[in-house]
């Protein structure tokens, strides 16, 4: 080797290139078995060349193959020479891959959640007290709360009135109608139960469409088999008298013979409208269209209101 490749540290010889350290071979003592250089040996026949044959030729392996230098201890202070500029390589620790770049989109916190976060930590934080606070205390704190505490508004439930006008307006429009129709049957309850009876009776009778003041019907008209009776009763006291519709083949002549017997001869005839009226004691009869009234009682009826009542059938 040449010697500008050749470091010597401490009386060691280094391979500047590599490094390694160089052993030098040991000499040995000439003796029988010594062979002779290879300048003195003497080929006495031609000899097989052994480097020809490339396709068996072995890589030469040295003799002494160097060795690498022992640990040097940690303690020992060695300095490194300036003549060594290249040392064998290293492996040069490789920079960590970057982390992969993940698709999942990162959480994020709701903006309502994140303002009330944002209020709880500006909100100040009561400060308690070290000394715990007394019974007394604690009733005065919760009636002064009680006291501060702003009263809920009190909705008022609106009425069925208000929440339904139009069935109200309806209810009020039936209400009225049923009244003025309870009003008119109970003005028309007297004809109306005339004619029933007339109806049940067979009999043409019909309510008188006068009668004196003061006297009104005595409950609905009565009837039996070809005669209808209809009471009337004076408001005040007891007075009555009776009015009766009889189906009858009679005339007024033969009417007239009937009143003298039961007046013995004590009664008035009087004509109207082509009636001609028998009056007696306040009592009175007539024909007219086939059927007799007779009108009797204790109720002191003038002979005005007699004819009045006659003429309005």
């Known amino acids: ?145 009680a006291i501060n505490r702003p009263k809920p508004k009190q909705v008022k439930k609106k009425s069925f009135f208000s929440r339904h006008p139009k069935s109200i307006n309806i209810i009020s429009l039936g209400v009225v109608l049923l009244v003025i129709a309870g009003y008119l049957t109970y003005i028309n309850l007297p004809s109306l139960s005339v004619r029933i009876a007339a109806i049940q009776a067979n009999v043409d009778a019909t309510y008188p469409g006068y009668h004196p003041d003061g006297y009104s019907t005595d409950g609905p008209a009565r009837y039996s088999e070809g005669e209808v009776t209809i009471n009337f009763k004076a408001n005040t006291g007891d007075k009555r008298f009776t009015i009766k519709q009889t189906k009858s083949t009679l005339d007024s002549t033969a009417v007239r013979e009937q009143v003298n017997q039961a007046s013995k001869g004590a009664f008035s005839a009087t004509e109207t409208n082509g009636l001609t009226i028998f009056t007696y004691d306040g009592n009175a009869s007539w024909v007219n269209g086939g059927i007799k009234y007779d009108i009797t009682g204790d109720a002191p009826l003038s002979g005005d209101q007699i004819r009045r009542m006659a003429t309005s059938f």
Request: aromatic share 2%; charged share 30%; glycine share 2%.
């Open 1 to 145: 080797m040449e010697k500008n490749k050749i470091v010597t540290i401490n009386g060691q010889s280094y391979d500047a290139r590599t490094g390694l350290r160089i052993v030098k071979p040991v000499a040995k003592k000439p003796g029988a078995n010594q062979k002779p250089a290879s300048a003195d040996i003497i080929h006495s026949s031609t000899q097989r060349s052994q480097t020809l044959n490339r396709r068996v030729t072995k890589k030469p392996t040295p003799k002494n193959p160097p060795t690498r230098p022992k640990s040097i201890g940690r303690s020992m202070d060695i300095a490194r020479s300036t003549k060594i500029t290249r040392f064998a390589p290293h492996p040069i620790p490789k920079p960590p891959k970057p982390a992969a770049k993940s698709d999942d989109i990162a959480p994020t916190k709701h903006p309502i959640a994140a303002k009330v976060a944002k209020a709880r930590q500006a909100a100040p934080k009561s400060i308690t007290s070290s000394t715990p606070k007394s019974s007394k205390e604690i009733k005065e704190q919760a009636i002064e709360e």
